[in-house]
Nanobody
Framework: QVQLVESGGGLVQAGGSLRLSCATS????????MAWYRQAPGKQRELVAA????????KYADSVKGRFTISRDNAKNTVYLQITSLKPEDTAVYYC??????????????WGQGTQVTVSS
């Protein structure tokens, strides 16, 4: 059974930082591209960041470049999203996603349940 479990969300003031984690099981983690998406109320889900299976390549949404950092630990089967300089517009549910060969296709086979990030102004 595949599981992706996000953690680390919460309520934070603007300018603050958070580190989201996504622990996985049931997949060969090192074979999978990992990504973070987010969905704000009334908006479509959007890609925030992605990282290739070996961790050599990353990409980010323009709105988070320079503030968010995606990383992975293949020994722990976990992907992280370090978020700094938070803005109220970063408020959303953040989802972890996994997929083989998904870095360019954007098609992810597995999804977590999400973790809420709320940024107060």
């Amino acid at each position: 059974q595949v599981q992706l479990v996000e953690s680390g969300g919460g309520l934070v003031q603007a300018g603050g930082s958070l580190r989201l984690s996504c622990a996985t099981s049931g997949i060969i983690f090192s074979d999978n591209t990992m990504a973070w998406y987010r969905q704000a109320p009334g908006k479509q889900r959007e890609l925030v960041a992605a990282i290739t299976s070996g961790g050599r390549s990353t990409k980010y949404a323009d709105s988070v470049k320079g503030r968010f950092t995606i990383s992975r630990d293949n020994a722990k089967n976990t992907v992280y999203l370090q978020i700094t300089s938070l803005k109220p517009e970063d408020t959303a549910v953040y989802y972890c996603a996994a997929g083989r060969g998904s870095y360019y296709s954007g098609n992810y086979a597995y999804w977590g349940q999400g973790t809420q990030v709320t940024v107060s102004s």
